[in-house]
């Protein structure tokens, strides 16, 4: 049996880049399968990508075009793409050429071997140095709230079989974050270095700040060790507290305390304060969970879709 591909691109503010990257994926793809779909999702990009996307579906009824009611993230807008994938093979790249289509057939070798996912490893990035550090700096951050080995090298790119997403689809996470989640679920997986382009338009819309919320948001989701954190910190300054206890004993001992009852009283504060931090943590985070699940929310909204036949538009479900 031949295998299809399909290609998932989220596409925010690089209209610019549509028309050479399906030029791209179609000299590769025509080549390595008889069958593929090229799925552009756009993620509430502020330029005319919409526009762009329905003109090439209008062009290719290989490109199926999935139009988001609003910017909904990255990982969200991936999520979109492969719940409309039908591929065998499914691909998950960026829209701004800094993945280059020319490593699929390189990709499609590994699957060959009986791989299940093959990621790309960047091992050297064009991008700006305020962008690779604030990446690195994300990468470990995540790895150590979330007790897992991320290779800050690895992104987006790569090639995942059918079963594999499915896997992923099936997970039901609220907070999504792509690599991490492939990972979770497990299978043959294997990684090959790829080529890195410089960024052909725009920049890019993580800042340090949003990369900070959401390794915040990504190690609630996939672990309780900032909980941990907490409650450590909580005994951390219950510890001090009782430690300070101690040096005001044998203070009084020795006749040095100026104020009766002011120490003792400064002390139980520091005390009781680092319990209810340990308390606060401890209920706070689960009912956050609690109260972000029980809203049941959508992940995204579909506006339009085009070129996908029977596949509806509607709600994207946990």
Avoid at 214 to 241: R, Y
């Amino acid at each position: 049996m031949s295998e299809s591909i399909s290609v998932v691109v989220p596409v925010y503010g690089c209209d610019v880049c549509l028309y050479e990257l399906h030029r791209r994926l179609t000299v590769v793809l025509n080549e390595l399968v008889p069958d593929y779909e090229i799925i552009l999702v756009d993620d509430g990009s502020p330029d005319s990508a919409w526009k762009t996307i329905a003109a090439l579906c209008a062009e290719d009824s290989r490109v199926v075009g999935i139009d988001l009611s609003r910017n909904f993230g990255q990982h969200n807008a991936i999520s979109a793409g492969l719940r409309m994938a039908r591929g065998s093979l499914i691909v998950v790249m960026d829209c701004d050429l800094q993945n280059d289509p020319a490593d699929i057939p390189a990709f499609f070798a590994k699957i060959q071997e009986g791989y299940d996912s093959v990621f790309g490893r960047r091992e050297v990035r064009h991008d700006t140095w305020m962008k690779k550090t604030t990446s690195r700096l994300f990468y470990r951050v995540l790895g150590y709230l979330t007790d897992s080995r991320l290779d800050e090298t690895v992104a987006n790119f790569g090639m995942y079989r059918a079963s594999v997403i499915q896997a992923v689809n099936a997970m039901g996470d609220r907070i999504l974050f792509f690599p991490l989640m492939v990972q979770w679920v497990g299978f043959r997986a294997t990684g090959m270095e790829v080529h890195h382009s410089g960024r052909a338009e725009g920049r890019s819309s993580y800042t340090w700040m949003r990369l900070f919320q959401l390794a915040g948001n990504v190690a609630i989701t996939f672990s309780n060790k900032p909980l941990m954190l907490m409650v450590n910190a909580g005994f951390a300054v219950s510890g001090l507290a009782a430690l300070y206890a101690i040096s005001i004993l044998v203070r009084a001992l020795h006749g040095d305390v100026a104020i009766m009852g002011w120490s003792s009283v400064i002390t139980s504060i520091w005390f009781f304060g680092g319990v209810q931090m340990i308390v606060v943590g401890v209920v706070g985070l689960y009912v956050g969970k609690i109260f972000d699940a029980s809203k049941n929310r959508p992940l995204y909204i579909i506006r339009e879709t085009l070129n996908t036949g029977d596949k509806l538009a509607g709600r994207g479900e946990p």
